[in-house]
């Protein structure tokens, strides 16, 4: 049913909006009809629906009123003052309390015709009131935080949200009675700790941090490969909230000045458990706590998930069928190297097969496959491990990271006599992978006879299915990287929008590879010690895409933009 709205007389901010260019009259007078029926602010329903542009209607409120505009970016959330007006107040009016002065409250607010906020607000607190005018975008966000910060807000958690959650540490077992006074002392911050780690879970997070710093405290999470605030508590929360961490993953509450590591397993229910691995460092003002978020079942998508061009998986699943040489996968940290091993230990998991791997820690439990975890501090490192795996009857083993001379050794020689051999190097392309092992002094004889796949690898943010089209220049698309021929076979770009489901137009993540296989011609430039920009130029030459033409065969597939590409690979 379509509403008449022509009979509407438009006064006051509407008639203000319309005659600053910002809203035409049609829409305004739907507006403040819609705004009216729902009891919301004109102000507040024109930004919820992206009518106008929050920032432009509080000039324009500013200017009508006569008043100045506050942003709300430059001011310090910890001056506000806590638990002073009532939350659903709050909400209900969507203001803000900013700062007290004496007896009176000077309070936020995007319409400055909400004279009810500021009435109920001083009912409520018994203070004299005054509105600051901000934009309410700005505002919305501020309220989000402010209810996240206040630690009355940990104790009011639904329980429903934290139902059935158990946590233990590494070992499974909590049963020190210092571990149970400070869950009965501090039951509210063990509420927000499972809520950080939930939410984290539900929104595919793969990191949480937590930081202290001189006058505030944040909790960020790292989901599709970007940093986004989540909370801000109380800065007089960061000692609490480091030692329920600490005591989930039994480390020593003592040390503050030694960074830790440890390990958090949090069972949702009888058959799902998510796996955190933990580490502390002291910092200036207190102790950053990053947990990593370590899901088992990411290692059984199976290789088709991981986002392979076919002639590349089939380079991988064809090195995994031989019975002996070395696999790398190369990248950053946070680029996927775990899980790219873990899928192909996965296939190679079999009755048949002996599989041992030394990782530092072991980020997935994998049932069948013997898992150690170094430790240099009594003399076990990946040198030992995999020299006692040797003496075991191996067929496959997986180092963690090759990070010296003597590891890169003991795996050589595992590789040349009869095993496969799995692991990782921190280089950024296949060439350089090479040339990094002879920098290590691995001679490069036994490179060439050893190394038959390199994987180098990044992760991208995957398009939301709310993506749009768009269209870029032929000249500016070659400039990117694409070829004529690409560009004459024609696709079509596409371009983050944003909605409900995801996140700035992405979810989740897409892989982006260079596999090498090492072949005959590749393996006589490696055993001449030719550059890595000639061994690259030499790969390309036979066939085998870098890593930038993979992101580019992404964005042609319209998986991912070509902002993300050039956010993840960029010759």
Not at 112 to 122: C, M, R, S, Y
Not at 482 to 499: M, V
Request: some cysteine; charged content about 25%; aromatic content about 6%.
């Amino acid at each position: 049913m379509t509403t008449n709205t022509s009979n509407i007389t438009l006064t006051g901010l509407a008639r203000r909006f319309v005659s600053d260019g910002l809203l035409d009259e049609s829409t305004a007078k739907d507006a403040f009809f819609q705004a009216s029926q729902n009891r919301i602010p004109l102000i507040t329903y024109l930004t919820q629906h992206k009518l106008a542009n929050s920032s432009a209607l509080a000039f324009s409120a500013a200017m009508e009123f006569g008043i100045s505009v506050l942003d709300l970016d430059a001011f310090l959330p910890e001056a506000m003052p806590d638990k002073l007006v009532d939350e659903k107040l709050l909400r209900k009016h969507n203001a803000l309390p900013l700062y007290k002065r004496g007896n009176r409250l000077f309070i936020a607010v995007s319409d400055p015709t909400n004279v009810q906020a500021l009435d109920e607000i001083k009912f409520n607190t018994g203070l004299s009131t005054d509105a600051i005018l901000v934009d309410d975008s700005k505002l919305r966000a501020a309220i989000e935080k402010y209810m996240a910060s206040s630690e009355s807000s940990m104790g009011d958690l639904a329980d429903t949200d934290l139902e059935g959650i158990e946590t233990e540490g590494a070992d499974g077992n909590e049963d020190d009675g210092a571990v149970v006074v400070a869950e009965i002392d501090d039951a509210p911050i063990v509420k927000y700790v499972n809520k950080m780690l939930l939410d984290a879970i539900r929104g595919g997070s793969s990191d949480v941090h937590f930081e202290p710093y001189e006058k505030t405290y944040r909790v960020r999470f790292r989901t599709d490969g970007i940093l986004k605030e989540m909370s801000r508590p109380s800065i007089k929360l960061a000692p609490k909230i480091s030692a329920r961490i600490k005591i989930m993953a039994q480390l020593d509450i003592s040390e503050r000045r030694l960074p830790q590591d440890g390990r958090i397993k949090m069972r949702l229910s009888k058959t799902k458990a998510i796996d955190f691995r933990v580490n502390t460092l002291p910092t200036l003002w207190g102790e950053k706590i990053v947990l990593r978020i370590l899901d088992p079942s990411q290692a059984k998508l199976g290789i088709d998930a991981l986002g392979y061009e076919e002639d590349q998986k089939k380079l991988y699943m064809d090195a995994l069928a031989q019975p002996q040489g070395m696999i790398l996968v190369t990248g950053p940290t946070g680029s996927g190297k775990t899980v790219s091993l873990y899928t192909g230990l996965n296939i190679l998991n079999t009755d048949e097969r002996n599989i041992s791997t030394a990782e530092d820690p072991a980020e997935i439990n994998l049932e069948g496959v013997n898992q150690v975890n170094v430790n240099n501090k009594v003399g076990l490192g990946f040198a030992e491990a995999l020299r006692a795996f040797l003496r075991q009857d191996p067929d496959v083993i997986m180092v963690g990271e090759i990070r010296d001379l003597e590891t890169a050794n003991i795996a050589i020689k595992a590789a040349q006599t009869g095993h496969l051999v799995l692991s990782t190097l921190h280089t950024n392309s296949a060439a350089e992978t090479l040339t990094r092992m002879m920098n290590m002094g691995v001679p490069a004889f036994n490179i060439a006879t050893s190394v038959s796949l390199i994987i180098a690898q990044r992760l991208g943010r995957r398009l939301c299915s709310c993506k749009q089209a768009g269209s870029i220049p032929k000249d500016v698309l070659l400039a990117e990287g694409f070829s004529t021929e690409q560009i004459a076979t024609g696709f079509t770009l596409y371009h983050p929008k944003g909605c409900d489901k995801c996140t700035n137009g992405y979810k989740g993540r897409v892989g982006i590879y260079e596999v090498v296989k090492v072949t005959e011609q590749l393996a006589n430039m490696i055993m001449e010690e030719a550059s890595s920009i000639k061994i690259a130029k030499a790969a390309q030459a036979e066939g085998f895409r870098t890593l930038r033409q993979s992101a580019l065969l992404k964005v042609i597939e319209g998986l991912t933009s070509l902002e993300e590409a050039n956010r993840v690979t960029k010759d």
